[in-house]
């Protein structure tokens, strides 16, 4: 039996090693985050602290800490397309997410794995100026 899928060029065998890799493989990114062993209070907001402005000083410094994460693209795939609803992931706030599931991000993730983060910011940036210009003209 040829073991080349003609519609793809992909082996059987190949796939099945992919479908078979352990669990572990897909969860390994977590172990190399930045953030991992620090205590979150960056990355997580308190419910507590009700500010604003001590959200967006938490956010910043976590995202921060994310710009120089070696895993930053996987951990924003995953936030992604987990939902994960609260937190800074893959430097990206809670706020951005729910942007991105308005705008769409699944075109900017690689085999499900990888983000391209930079495609991401810049799909925000130009949204938040579009919105900005919507509401100068409307209070013109
Ligand atoms: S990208 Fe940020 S939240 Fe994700 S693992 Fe790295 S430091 Fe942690």
């Known amino acids: 039996m040829?073991?080349?899928?003609?519609?793809e060029g992909t082996?059987?065998?190949?796939?099945?090693?992919?479908?078979?890799k352990p669990i572990s493989t897909v969860w390994e990114w977590q172990m190399r985050g930045?953030?991992?062993?620090?205590?979150?209070?960056q990355f997580f907001h308190p419910d507590e602290?009700?500010?604003?402005?001590?959200?967006?000083?938490?956010?910043?410094?976590?995202?921060?800490?994310c710009g120089s994460c070696p895993v930053r693209a996987e951990c924003a795939a995953h936030a992604l397309a987990v939902g994960e609803?609260?937190?800074?992931?893959?430097?990206?706030?809670?706020?951005?997410r729910n942007r991105l599931r308005?705008?769409?991000?699944?075109?900017?993730?690689?085999n499900g794995r990888r983000a391209n983060v930079s495609r991401l910011e810049r799909r925000?940036?130009?949204a938040d100026a579009r919105e900005r210009e919507e509401r100068t003209q409307t209070a013109a």
């Open 11 to 20: 082996s059987i065998m190949a796939r099945a090693t992919e479908a078979l």
């Open 102 to 110: 308005d705008l769409g991000w699944q075109d900017a993730v690689e």
């Open 85 to 96: 609803d609260y937190g800074v992931w893959g430097g990206f706030t809670e706020r951005e």
């Open 34 to 41: 930045r953030c991992r062993g620090g205590s979150g209070s």
């Open 49 to 65: 602290d009700l500010g604003r402005i001590s959200r967006k000083l938490r956010e910043a410094a976590a995202k921060r800490v």
């Open 2 to 7: 040829n073991l080349t899928d003609s519609m």
């Open 124 to 126: 925000l940036a130009v």
